[in-house]
């Protein structure tokens, strides 16, 4: 594995996370709360983003449009039976999701939400770190590059690493800072 390589996986870690914590309510409508939310669309799970037209037409408010009227309903199942934790109200043409004010508790709750993923993800770069200082090692033992090599190349890994842990730090104090802003 080269360092290259590991940085690129890490920078997909780094999307991975930032596409988990888009999922966190923050108290404003954001279409991007539905993410992870698949309809049964004839007898196959599809993302909603790919049956509906997602917007939000106030920060208290998610409309969704169906393409089709006829998955209308199966729209409004999933999104209840999803952890979105919001109950959708389905007016004949469209669903509409209001997002109501967040508690404090709620919110406590939802930070806690935030640490785990942002944990998640750090945990990731330390694997991608193991693997890759795992595979220096081996190169070293195979006699392709010097001692002196595989520890620079460890000390440039360990750099990359704080760099990634530290933008993940930096993600979960924004998200934090969106969630207990009222």
Do not use: C, H, W
Not at 1 to 10: R, V
């Amino acid at each position: 594995m080269k360092l290259a390589d590991a940085e690129s996986t890490m920078q997909k870690t780094i999307e991975a996370t930032q596409r988990s914590f888009n999922t966190i309510r923050t108290g404003r409508a954001n279409a991007s709360l539905l993410d992870k939310v698949m309809v049964e669309y004839y007898g196959s799970p599809t993302p909603l983003k790919s049956l509906a037209n997602i917007s939000t037409p106030d920060a208290t408010t998610i409309l969704i449009q169906p393409f089709d009227k006829g998955t209308l309903n199966v729209i409004e199942k999933a999104i209840s039976m999803s952890d979105v934790g919001l109950t959708p109200s389905n007016d004949g043409s469209v669903v509409r999701l209001n997002i109501p004010p967040l508690t404090t508790e709620r919110r406590k709750e939802f930070a806690k939400i935030a640490a785990k993923y942002a944990e998640e993800g750090r945990v990731a770069l330390r694997n991608i770190r193991r693997d890759a200082i795992d595979a220096i090692r081996k190169q070293e033992k195979a006699a392709e590059i010097s001692e002196d090599e595989s520890r620079d190349l460890q000390d440039k890994l360990q750099k990359l690493t704080d760099k990634y842990t530290a933008r993940i730090n930096d993600l979960l104090a924004e998200k934090e800072k969106d969630i207990t802003t009222v």
